[in-house]
């Protein structure tokens, strides 16, 4: 008998949660498709080329809702069941709140590690995908940047022609060893500019001890001893804006090339602060189960759901937006960018452990 009720409770959950996916992905269809059509409303695409982009990049979007995904789908299988007297007789059959409390979030949580495992690669390949077939229609595809092992390397178009840059990793923002060749409209050389450093926090960079090498009429050399300024479409915080993107990241590939990603410039606090986010995913699905059954067994008179999809509709609001505050601390300083992507997690469980005690009494 305790198999065939575990086995109920399991594939009752999971159904529910497969309906709540199915509600949130059609959602996420209608409302990115309206952006998709926008970007290539002018382009020579087919109509079904915003739709395809869409689905790409919706499964992804998923993920990182999925703590409330997983507690909306809690809360509506635990109403159902309570509604129907379903709880009740688990309840005569020896299920005590803390014990389907834990059945469902030890689901949730092993659930996590199968998104991170398995379904979490499949979404970076899609999304890898989405970013790269978008860059091919963008405007800005002349502008172009790259951090290699060779450092950084950049080309954009000027007044006068082309330039391209290259320095070592930029890890601040006072690059090193930089190089500067501008080009004319034909890709001729017209000068050469060396720098031992360039302070490049604004879009007017700064160089520092300049040799520059004209090619026009001959090769004539010059050294500059104080400071010589150049303007550019980047500056630090868009080369770093443009490295944010972990999406296109699985969490194995974070992981096993953790080191590889900080030699090729990426910064060292955005790698942790998205390695901790997606370590947390499954303890943040217990703990949002553990919420919802706080919140849904703690009596068996049947009652008006209405009154529940408001009290989780409020609950998920908070709890997003505390997240977007502990990240926002994060990005401040006043706590480290790791620490950020847990705080939610452990708050939310010091609340829920709360809520386990009153529920286990009744």
């Not at 505050?325 to 620490?339: F, M, W």
Request: proline share 2%; glycine share 4%.
């Amino acid at each position: 008998m305790s198999k065939i009720l575990l086995k109920y409770l399991l594939t009752n959950f999971f159904i529910t949660i497969t309906k709540v996916l199915l509600i949130f992905f059609c959602f996420g269809l209608i409302l990115n498709l309206f952006e998709e059509i926008e970007f290539f409303k002018n382009l020579n695409t087919s109509i079904f080329y915003p739709l395809g982009m869409t689905t790409l990049f919706v499964p992804n979007m998923m993920i990182k809702l999925l703590p409330f995904i997983i507690f909306i789908s809690a809360m509506w299988f635990l109403l159902h069941l309570r509604n129907s007297t379903d709880l009740l007789s688990l309840k005569i059959f020896g299920y005590s709140n803390i014990k389907i409390l834990f059945v469902l979030g030890f689901s949730s949580f092993i659930f996590g590690w199968v998104i991170l495992f398995a379904i979490n690669p499949i979404t970076s390949v899609m999304v890898k995908y989405y970013e790269k077939t978008k860059s091919n229609y963008s405007k800005d595809i002349d502008h172009l940047i790259s951090i290699n092992k060779n450092g950084l390397w950049i080309k954009e178009n000027t007044e006068e022609g082309h330039r391209i840059i290259t320095s070592d990793q930029t890890k601040t923002h006072i690059l090193n060893n930089i190089l500067i060749f501008n080009f004319d409209e034909n890709y001729n050389i017209i000068e050469k500019i060396s720098s031992k450093t360039a302070d490049i926090s604004k879009n007017e960079w700064v160089l520092k001890n300049v040799i520059i090498k004209e090619f026009s009429d001959g090769v004539k050399s010059k050294q500059l001893k104080g400071s010589y300024l150049i303007n550019s479409t980047y500056n630090y915080e868009k080369i770093q804006n443009l490295f944010k993107n972990f999406d296109t990241m699985s969490f194995l590939e974070l992981m096993l090339n953790y080191k590889d990603l900080q030699e090729r410039g990426y910064n060292k606090s955005l790698l942790d602060q998205n390695l901790n986010s997606m370590l947390s995913l499954p303890f943040f699905l217990f703990i949002m189960t553990a919420l919802a059954s706080i919140l849904t067994m703690n009596t068996l008179k049947k009652s008006n759901n209405f009154t529940f999809i408001i009290t989780g509709l409020i609950v998920c609001v908070i709890i997003f937006y505390f997240k977007d505050l502990s990240l926002a601390l994060g990005q401040t300083n006043r706590i480290s960018l790791s620490l950020a992507s847990w705080v939610p997690v452990v708050v939310v469980g010091l609340f829920s452990s709360i809520g386990v005690l009153q529920i286990n009494e009744k």
